[in-house]
């Protein structure tokens, strides 16, 4: 089972990137006592008949988010299975009005299951694709599919390999999966210019794999380890255990395994050297998951990272409001995008920034 606190602090942050009012997420974990599969007062239990509530008004992208979180972390039982088994059906309900697509990719001898939106083989746009962390499943990307004519982009959203769905082990060569997803899908998108939304650990696959596909044309990503995390065992010890167990879960080994070493998955400083596209990378400075050396070593190792740092936990869950916006204007920039856009997404950016300092001061 599962850390009770541990679950209710790290699932905050996948609540805010959902758009769960933090007052509805409150009230679900007040009825949380236990990670007992689905029983009363249990984490997938509770958030499950929330989701069910919600998927009777018709209110069907609320209650994805709902059931997303009724098998956070990880699927580990029959109660989180039914979760992530509903969350998909719901969100295809969902999808099938909204221009969103569900794709089984061929990838290193797999079907990939995927979501797209955007694709069209007479256009061709660029392509965005995105990832979540060890705990992200696809389905949490639904509004910005919905959004894709927005952006001018082609949307495909994939899962890390070992989440969710997705079928494939989760290993240090990881990235290859990537290459495939967009030579699977280069009839429809314009591959060439592709840029990456890749949160967590597939933020680190991303970086590596833009060494050696120029395909990557930009990396938009958040608390992603890229060296020290790897190489550090002592920190590794210190992982929160949601973290350690999860990772254990994707790549088949045991927690000794993520607590020993792990030094084949660092990126190398040539690797880094390598790496000639921008980079827009978000650190918290009281992040229990990723040690400030990967943040370090990211900023002097390579030619054209950005970094945007606040003072909060990981993946930045207090300042989720800033965060959309920082994704939005970076994804502007790299493509160098002009116009109306731009300027408004760096006023809201300010705006934003100002108020997060006035709280700090009041604080």
């Known amino acids: 089972m599962n ?65 997303n979180l009724a098998r956070f972390p990880a699927v580990d039982g029959p109660a989180r299975e039914r979760a992530l088994r509903k969350c998909v059906e719901v969100c295809a309900a969902w999808a099938a009005d909204h221009g969103v697509v569900r794709l089984e990719l061929p990838v290193l001898g797999e079907k990939v299951p995927c979501w797209a939106s955007g694709l069209d083989g007479a256009e061709r746009r660029p392509l965005l694709l995105v990832m979540g962390g060890i705990i992200s499943i696809k389905e949490q990307w639904m509004p910005l599919l919905g959004r894709a004519a927005r952006l001018g982009m082609a949307v495909l959203v994939a899962e890390l390999p070992g989440v969710g769905e997705n079928p494939l082990p989760y290993t240090a060569d990881s990235w290859r999966m990537i290459p495939q997803l967009l030579d699977a899908v280069a009839e429809s998108a314009d591959v060439g210019q592709t840029y990456a939304l890749t949160l967590s650990f597939s933020g ?13 044309r930009g990396i938009i990503t958040i608390a992603a380890p890229v060296s020290a995390f790897f190489t550090d065992p002592d920190w590794r010890r210190g992982l929160p255990g949601i973290t350690v167990d999860t990772l254990a879960g994707l790549t088949g080994a045991g927690a000794e395994a993520i607590t020993g070493d792990m030094g084949p998955w660092a990126l190398t400083d040539e690797e880094l050297a390598a790496l000639d596209i921008p980079v827009h990378y978000l650190a918290t400075q009281e992040d229990a998951i990723i ?30 409001a800033e965060t959309k916006v920082w994704i939005f204007r970076s994804l502007l920039r790299m493509r160098g995008v002009r116009g109306p856009g731009p300027v408004l997404l760096s006023a809201a950016a300010t705006l934003l920034r100002f108020r997060r300092l006035l709280v700090g001061l009041r604080r």
């Open 3 to 67: 850390d009770v606190a541990e679950l209710k602090l790290y699932g905050l942050a996948h609540a805010r990137a959902q758009n769960i009012p933090q007052a509805a997420y409150r009230a679900v974990c007040e009825r949380i006592e236990s990670d007992d599969q689905d029983a009363p007062g249990s984490w997938a239990g509770e958030w499950s008949r929330a989701a069910a509530r919600l998927e009777a008004e018709g209110r069907l992208l609320d209650a994805c988010g709902y059931y």
């Open 204 to 216: 680190h696959a991303a970086l590596r794999c833009a060494v050696h596909d120029p395909r990557i």
């Open 291 to 320: 040690p400030g050396a990967d943040v370090v070593r990211l900023r002097t190792r390579t030619r054209r990272t950005e970094v945007l740092e606040y003072r909060d936990a990981h993946a930045g869950p207090g300042n989720a």
